[in-house]
């Protein structure tokens, strides 16, 4: 019997060393292989809910396109907040769905909408509780990608190879339903890289909202901020700022911080009854923005701008001026109070990352913000 056995035997052995010996794992991007990422806060995996999708052209893909796609890796970052990130993140549980598709979509122009960046068929390729490592991680260099250092997920089934188009792999986090007892990671950052496009914000001008009053970090000496990931051609205008709790704010944006109407800026609003507040920016277009609460005794209300840009070639190196108009009724004869301004300047550099991200932080969210600069820094399990 053994003697019949044993070449059935040598065929599984040699069919296992043959699929091992086809297994590859491709690091993306390449150039994150033995380098950290730009350390910018990616919650991925963390108790913050999420969709994000990762877009992942052909030519970066190479080869590997023509494989199977078994499994993914995201590797936690260890350069944020230095000290912090190496003492380690908290894991936790997070409840993961990840879909992948072979789409026609463009990773250099994704559309913010979900739906629109996936192919025809779309997998379902996991779906469950996923234990995130708790990681400290003090060596030189990036940390690796291995238990605790990285955040594993072997597919339940594998995605089928493709002979056209992109790969769009969809990362769904939900926090895990109370009745499963587990907790979710306390913060836990994805390594994310970042391609420089030359967008820049600068500010300029005094807010006056806080003026004589505690910030939540202390007495801030700007407030509008204007996120310069995100300003590009083909992704999204997004614009911040702090104000008062319970009413809506007004956000301005010109093309011009040194007229409006004929008026010379900066203007005083002091003339019209806001002493200590300016105008800094010509007012082309403005829009009210309801507050956000993160909680009931967060004594501010957080307001945020967020509109898509057009694919357009001529908004490259292009300016924006962008300021906030706060209403306070009780505060002064005006009603108002103003931030400073922020003078924002689209990139000029084409993305060649051959990634781009899209991403809402809400699991059932429709659309999110376009991201043509960036993607975690992930490890393929390819077969």
């Avoid at 993306?28 to 877009?55: H, K």
């Avoid at 001008?205 to 901020?225: E, H, I, M, R, Y």
């Avoid at 008062?244 to 109407?261: R, T």
């Avoid at 967060?298 to 908004?315: A, D, K, V």
Wanted: proline residues 9%.
């Amino acid at each position: 019997m053994l003697r019949r056995t044993a070449p059935f035997s040598l065929g599984l052995a040699a069919l296992a060393i043959q699929a091992a010996a086809a297994q590859s794992t491709l690091i993306l991007p390449a150039s994150a292989t033995r380098a950290e990422g730009s350390s910018v806060d990616a919650q991925l995996a963390s108790g913050i809910e999420s969709r994000t999708q990762i877009l992942i052209s052909r030519s970066v893909l190479g080869p590997s396109a023509k494989k199977l796609l078994y499994g993914i890796s995201i590797r936690r970052d260890t350069g944020m907040n230095t000290d912090l990130g190496k003492r380690g993140w908290k894991g936790g549980w997070i409840d993961l769905e990840i879909r992948a598709s072979w789409t026609p979509a463009d990773p250099k122009a994704p559309s913010r909408d979900f739906a629109k960046n996936h192919g025809k068929r779309v997998f379902s390729v996991y779906r469950g509780l996923v234990a995130v490592p708790t990681s400290t991680w003090s060596g030189s260099g990036p940390a690796p990608f291995r238990s605790p250092h990285a955040l594993r997920v072997p597919f339940k089934i594998p995605l089928p190879a493709a002979s056209s188009g992109a790969l769009c792999l969809e990362l769904v986090n939900r926090r895990p339903a109370p009745s499963t007892g587990k907790l979710p990671p306390e913060n836990w950052i994805a390594d994310l890289w970042v391609q420089d496009l030359g967008a820049r914000a600068l500010s300029f001008g005094k807010d006056c909202f806080f003026a004589g009053k505690k910030s939540p970090v202390g007495f801030l000496a700007t407030n509008a901020q204007v996120e310069t990931s995100t300003l590009a051609p083909g992704a999204s205008f997004e614009a911040e700022a702090t104000g008062p709790k319970g009413l809506p704010a007004l956000a301005l944006l010109g093309l011009s911080n040194k007229s409006f109407a004929g008026i010379p800026l900066p203007f005083d609003l002091g003339l019209l009854g806001a002493p200590g507040c300016k105008l800094y920016v010509s007012i082309d277009l403005a829009v009210a923005v309801p507050p956000r609460s993160f909680d009931r005794s967060y004594p501010f209300g957080e307001f945020r701008l967020l509109f898509p840009l057009p694919n357009f070639t001529s908004l490259a190196g292009a300016t924006l001026y962008q300021q906030w108009l706060f209403l306070e009724p009780r505060r002064n004869r005006l009603g108002l109070t103003a931030s400073d301004a922020v003078l924002a300047r689209f990139g000029t550099k084409p993305p060649t990352l051959g990634m781009s991200m899209v991403q809402a932080y809400a699991p059932a969210a429709s659309s999110g913000t376009v991201y043509l600069d960036r993607t975690p820094v992930l490890a393929l399990d390819l077969r």
